[in-house]
T-cell receptor, first 116, second 113 residues
Framework: AQSVAQPEDQVNVAEGNPLTVKCTYS??????LFWYVQYPNRGLQFLLKYITGDNLVKGSYGFEAEFNKSQTSFHLKKPSALVSDSALYFC??????????????FGAGTRLAVHP | DSGVTQTPKHLITATGQRVTLRCSPR?????VYWYQQSLDQGLQFLIHYYNGEERAKGNILERFSAQQFPDLHSELNLSSLELGDSALYFC????????????FGQGTRLTVV
């Protein structure tokens, strides 16, 4: 079965420290991987994606993610966290054989809390 | 602003009733997707329409249906509502290219009382 796992319900980090939000996936074929962020009472905002190429992808608001095929992981990272980064983060995968359509499989989400 | 518009933002209705949620995709996007976000099920894919035709179904109940109109806007119809249908319903749209992402609307929060 195809799935996405975000093993941490919540990640706490102090402002200015680096942050990592973990994601692992299980899909057939080569996946397309995405990170989205959801602020309170808002929709999901796209952060970054991995399609092919360089394993380190850079996205919005200083976030980046590292694709690791052998570990089937796509962890979200930021070198220096801001209080304003506090939100709910979702990892998502689009199976390669989805025909180019964004039928996404989402992880359960990880709540990031950045403390001053 | 993602460019995807959903109305209404909030909806409160009674059990057994029927509601319609509306979505206008980003200009030029032919694909519209509906997702349901609930506390117990997380974010679940419901259905996908491409240029007016249904392309994929996910965990969508038989009481739910959707359509996409010639102007590409889409409606999600929820009928015989139950308390458990209370959730945030998102619409997303995307272009039809392999390397593109989906853009989400702000959602419709449905409360069934």
């Amino acid at each position: 079965a195809q799935s996405v796992a975000q093993p941490e319900d919540q990640v706490n980090v102090a402002e200015g420290n680096p942050l990592t939000v973990k994601c692992t996936y299980s899909v057939s074929g080569n996946p397309y991987l995405f990170w989205y962020v959801q602020y309170p009472n808002r929709g999901l905002q796209f952060l970054l994606k991995y399609i092919t190429g360089d394993n380190l992808v850079k996205g919005s608001y200083g976030f980046e993610a590292e694709f690791n095929k052998s570990q089937t992981s796509f962890h979200l990272k930021k070198p220096s966290a801001l209080v304003s980064d506090s939100a709910l983060y979702f990892c998502a995968v689009r199976p390669f054989l989805s025909g180019g359509y964004n039928k996404l499989i989402f992880g359960a989400g990880t709540r990031l809390a950045v403390h001053p | 602003d993602s460019g995807v518009t959903q109305t209404p933002k909030h909806l409160i209705t009674a059990t057994g009733q029927r509601v319609t949620l509306r979505c206008s995709p980003r200009s030029g996007d032919l694909s519209v997707y509906w997702y349901q976000q609930s506390l117990d099920q997380g974010l679940q894919f419901l259905i996908h329409y491409y240029n007016g035709e249904e392309r994929a179904k996910g965990n969508i109940l038989e009481r739910f249906s959707a359509q996409q109109f010639p102007d590409l806007h889409s409606e999600l119809n929820l009928s015989s509502l139950e308390l458990g249908d209370s959730a945030l319903y998102f619409c997303a749209s995307s272009a039809t290219r392999m390397n593109t992402e989906a853009f989400f609307g702000q959602g419709t929060r449905l409360t069934v009382v």
